[in-house]
Structure formats: structure tokens, C-alpha cells
Nanobody, 120 residues
Framework: QLQLVESGGGLVQPGGSLRLSCAAS????????IGWFRQAPGKGREGISC????????NFPDSVKGRFTISRDNAKNTVYLQMNSLKPEDTAVYHC?????????????WGKGTQVTVSS
């Protein structure tokens, strides 16, 4: 069974940083594209970033470009999301997901998420 587990969330002040981790069990991450998504209270799911199996990365919304960076360590079977200059509007539950090709379709696994709260 393909499983993803996120970690690294927490409470941080505006302007601070967090690094989220997405660890896989039951399969090798290196064959999959991995995406990060977030969902804030009362809002829909928002795609944040995607990294292909070959290591090419894409950030989706303009609001995170220049602040968030996705990376992968295939030896550790883990994908990371480095989040800098955090803002209160970044508060959400962050999930990672695995896709066999691109992050646009065919989701193979979905993690339960980790809470990120940005507040002073």
C-alpha cells in the first residue's frame, strides 16, 4: 500500500521559515512526481508546488513564488517543501501527493497532512 506521511508543520511567526517533509512507505518516490497542496479553513484545495521524477520543479500560485522551494532526496525517499518569509495567509493544512506522471492527474497516494499556522 502506498503511503505518504507529512511532517514539519507547526506554529511560526510571520517572516519565519519551516521545512515540510513528505516521506513515503511501501514504494519508491523516485518513480513519481510529487506535489504539495494546501487547504485553509473554509477554502478549497490549492496546488502549491510539484517536482517531477526527474527533479524539475514548478511552483503554481504567484503567492509562493520566490518563497517556497520543493526538492527531493531519493536516497531518503523524501520530498521537502522549504517555506520562507511565511505570511498569515499561508496558514493551512499542507498535504503531499504522488502521481505516476505529472501532478495534474492520476493521483496514486495522498498524505493526511501537517498543520502550518503563521501567527504572531
Amino acid at each position: 500500500q502506498l503511503q505518504l506521511v507529512e511532517s514539519g508543520g507547526g506554529l511560526v511567526q510571520p517572516g519565519g521559515s519551516l521545512r515540510l517533509s513528505c516521506a513515503a512507505s511501501g514504494f519508491k518516490l523516485d518513480a513519481y512526481a510529487i506535489g504539495w497542496f494546501r487547504q485553509a479553513p473554509g477554502k478549497g484545495r490549492e496546488g502549491i508546488s510539484c517536482i517531477s521524477s526527474g527533479g524539475e520543479s514548478t511552483n503554481f500560485p504567484d503567492s509562493v513564488k520566490g518563497r517556497f522551494t520543493i526538492s527531493r532526496d531519493n536516497a531518503k525517499n523524501t520530498v521537502y517543501l522549504q517555506m520562507n518569509s511565511l505570511k498569515p495567509e499561508d496558514t493551512a493544512v499542507y498535504h503531499c501527493a504522488a502521481f505516476p506522471d505529472t501532478c495534474l492527474a492520476g493521483m496514486a497516494a495522498w498524505g493526511k497532512g501537517t498543520q502550518v499556522t503563521v501567527s504572531s
